[in-house]
C-alpha cells in the first residue's frame, strides 16, 4: 500500500522546491511535522532527523534529490522502511506537488495501517499547507521563522 497526494499550486517548481530545502521552515507549514533537521547539505546521503507531532523522533537518510524535480526520503522503523517521494512537474507558475509514502519490509503489514493511518489522515492538511507556504509567503519570508498570518 502507498499513500499518495497531489494539489496544483500557483508557484514555481523552483520556488516549492527552495522551500523543501529550507528544511527549517518544514513545521511551519506541514501540521504533523514538530521539527527536522539534516546532517549535511540537501542531497543524496545526507542523514537527518525528523520528529513527528506526538511521535518519537526518527532518523531519515535523503536517497535522491532531482532538483527542481523530485526528492526521496527513507526512514527506517524495525523490520520496515518507510519512503517519502516528494515530486513537482509542471511550468512557471502552475505546479502539481506529489507526495507519496511507500512501506516495505518484512513488518510493513504492522505499520502501514498503523503509521499509514496517521499519515493518510494527515496528508491533505500537508499538502494545503505547503500550498498555502508556497503562494503566500515572498523569498525574504521563506527563510524567517516569524509566525504569519493567514488573511481570507
Known amino acids: 500500500m502507498s499513500i ?7 508557484s514555481s ?15 511551519e507549514w506541514d501540521p504533523d ?13 545526507t542523514k537527518g532527523w525528523l520528529k513527528p507531532v506526538g511521535a518519537p523522533k526518527t532518523s531519515t537518510r535523503m536517497l535522491s534529490v532531482d532538483e527542481p524535480h523530485t526528492f526521496v526520503v527513507e526512514s527506517k522503523l524495525p523490520l520496515c ?4 517521494e516528494h515530486t513537482l512537474t509542471g511550468g512557471d507558475d502552475k505546479t502539481i506537488a506529489t507526495h ?11 505499520f502501514r495501517p498503523l503509521v499509514g493511518g496517521i499519515i493518510k489522515k494527515g496528508i491533505g492538511a500537508t499538502m494545503q499547507g ?13 527563510n524567517s521563522r516569524a509566525d504569519s498570518v493567514e488573511s481570507s
Open 130 to 142: 505547503l500550498k498555502r507556504y508556497a503562494e503566500h509567503e515572498t523569498p525574504a519570508c521563506a
Open 4 to 10: 499518495e497526494s497531489s494539489i496544483t499550486i500557483s
Open 100 to 110: 507519496t509514502v511507500k512501506f516495505a519490509g518484512p513488518l510493513a503489514f504492522i
Open 81 to 84: 522502511t518507510m519512503r517519502f
Open 33 to 45: 511535522i514538530e521539527a527536522v533537521g539534516l546532517d549535511g547539505e540537501f542531497e543524496a546521503g
Open 13 to 27: 517548481p523552483e520556488k516549492i522546491f527552495a522551500i523543501y530545502k529550507d528544511v527549517s521552515t518544514w513545521p
